[in-house]
């Protein structure tokens, strides 16, 4: 199962907040020989709720992906 490691928002680690539309994500897949094909980003607060989402892309970049809102 592929694990996700290493998070990073615009090169930051646990940024407290963030003003940009389109934020950079970075990340690395670890735990297995399986390769990512697509991603969809959800940014989710501690009560459950929804902050931010792209869209689904189909792409294997791991670093800052191409992602929207």
Do not use: H
């Not at 994500?25 to 399986?34: I, K, M």
């Amino acid at each position: 199962m592929l694990t996700i490691s290493n998070l990073r928002i615009e090169y930051q680690k646990n940024p407290l907040r963030m003003d940009e539309l389109s934020p950079r994500f970075s990340y690395e897949l670890t735990g297995g020989s399986a390769r990512q094909s697509a991603c969809r980003i959800r940014v989710v607060s501690e009560s459950g709720e929804d902050v931010w989402g792209s869209r689904f892309v189909a792409s294997g970049e791991i670093i800052q992906p191409k992602t929207r809102f």
